[in-house]
């Protein structure tokens, strides 16, 4: 089992950058592929990053790609989300998830069709981008 706690959503502005933490706690976090989602209002939750528990490659939704940076960090059992050059549109709650390689591989997440596609969910950051 393993839980996620995402922290560090808020109000900014246009331009501005902001940073999204999410803490697993439970056993085998090196062993799960772990990436982020966001949900806005009236819209389909979308897979936004992944990063691979064997190789370490971050990969990337295309319209995110230069903007938003995936880190991790193993002793800290965090992975990280850095948004820069924030935009209106990437107003939305934002969801760490975590995945067992074993039963999807990166494909529930670069092909992610529902929520049943992610083993274990975080409860979301709220980002809302003004103006």
């Known amino acids: 089992q393993v839980r996620l706690v995402e922290s560090g959503g808020g109000t900014v502005q246009a331009g501005d950058s902001l940073t999204l933490s999410c803490t697993a706690s439970g056993r085998n976090f090196n062993s799960y592929n772990l990436g982020w989602f966001r949900q806005s209002p009236g819209k389909e939750r979308e897979y936004l990053a992944v990063i691979s528990w064997t190789s370490g490659n971050v990969y990337y939704k295309e319209d995110v790609k230069g903007r938003f940076t995936l880190t991790r960090d193993n002793a800290k059992k965090t992975i990280y989300l850095q948004m820069d050059s924030l935009r209106p549109d990437d107003t939305a709650i934002y969801y760490c998830?975590?995945?067992?390689?074993?039963?999807?591989?990166?494909?529930?997440?670069?092909?992610?069709?529902?929520?049943?596609?992610?083993?274990?969910w975080g409860q979301g950051a709220q980002v809302t981008v003004t103006q």
């Open positions: 998830a975590a995945d067992d390689p074993t039963t999807g591989g990166l494909g529930s997440f670069l092909y992610y069709r529902n929520n049943h596609d992610i083993d274990f």
